[in-house]
């Protein structure tokens, strides 16, 4: 299904563009790392089918230009885009749900951290958030030597040592309107993965959060924050068909998890009750 909507919205330092699929209530799906709109092109025209649901591309990636020079990209400035976009979208008061795989679930979390009031629920798929692991120190070693790697000796290298993050496998290839690689490798990874979640803040919106996984990720380094972060919030992780992109190689089974997900919890937005998880971790 072709977008029913497209445009873009001017915001602080960039022009995002956006897609509007379907009708019902809205639902912001929130890409991660290189990936545009398009890597959610699929399984938004399956959600459509019952939500009003917008993709974009994230600044920098895409079509959503970059408006003065390419800097390292921050997840508060970006959960300030996806707030933006939320206002422009379903007008001042209107709660939505929100879906973000990787650092789009790092953005998913700052934009409910920051405006719990608009979200009534936000999924978040194996955030990478590294820097709250026990052993953190050892990954943002890693994170620091993919990134001189790449800057002494180019993308491909670089790229076979990111693999480390998904059980030793190459990433999947995507979906995507162009290539984001050089700027993500350039301006994403670094800041991203050492972004620390307020987890004080987070406890006061548990209620707000589901916690989120893939079936064929679970030993992966890139499944253990959310798996860290939910225990320690006393909550559980829900697992969704697939592994990291499950959402791309499964978009059929994975919107019919998510819809299961998001109509367990009451308009309200009482979370399911503690220890449970629906997804059989």
Not at 17 to 41: H, M, Q
Not at 42 to 68: I, K, W
Not at 170 to 180: D, I, S, V
Not at 231 to 257: K, M, S
Request: aromatic residues 6%; charged residues 20%.
């Amino acid at each position: 299904m072709d977008p029913s909507t497209s445009g873009t919205l001017a915001v602080p330092g960039a022009e995002i563009y956006f897609e509007v699929r379907g009708e019902g209530p809205l639902l912001l799906l929130i890409g991660g790392g290189n990936s545009d709109a398009a890597v959610y092109k699929r399984l938004a025209t399956v959600l459509a089918a019952g939500h009003r649901v917008v993709t974009y591309d994230p600044r920098g990636n895409s079509r959503s230009v970059l408006v003065g020079p390419q800097v390292d990209q921050r997840v508060e400035e970006h959960a300030d885009d996806a707030y933006r976009l939320i206002r422009h979208l379903a007008g001042p008061n209107a709660p939505v749900c929100v879906f973000g795989s990787c650092s789009g679930g790092l953005i998913a979390l700052e934009v409910t951290v920051r405006h719990p009031d608009r979200i009534r629920l936000a999924v978040v798929h194996e955030p990478p958030a590294l820097s709250v692991l026990p052993d953190a120190g050892r990954h943002m070693a890693l994170l620091d030597d993919i990134c001189r790697t790449y800057r002494s000796e180019g993308m491909a290298p670089a790229l076979v040592k990111l693999q480390a993050l998904h059980g030793g496998r190459p990433a999947p290839a995507l979906p995507e309107e162009h290539n984001n690689t050089d700027f993500f490798l350039r301006h994403f990874v670094r800041p991203f993965t050492r972004f620390v979640p307020d987890l004080t803040a987070l406890g006061e919106i548990s209620e707000k959060v589901v916690w989120a996984g893939g079936h064929a990720s679970r030993g992966d380094l890139v499944h253990r924050p959310a798996l860290f972060l939910a225990e320690r919030l006393g909550r559980t992780v829900e697992l969704f068909p697939g592994g990291h992109v499950g959402y791309a190689r499964y978009p059929a089974d994975f919107a019919e998890r998510l819809v299961e997900v998001l109509a367990a919890v009451p308009p309200g937005g009482a979370g399911r009750p503690h220890g449970t998880t629906g997804g059989g971790l």
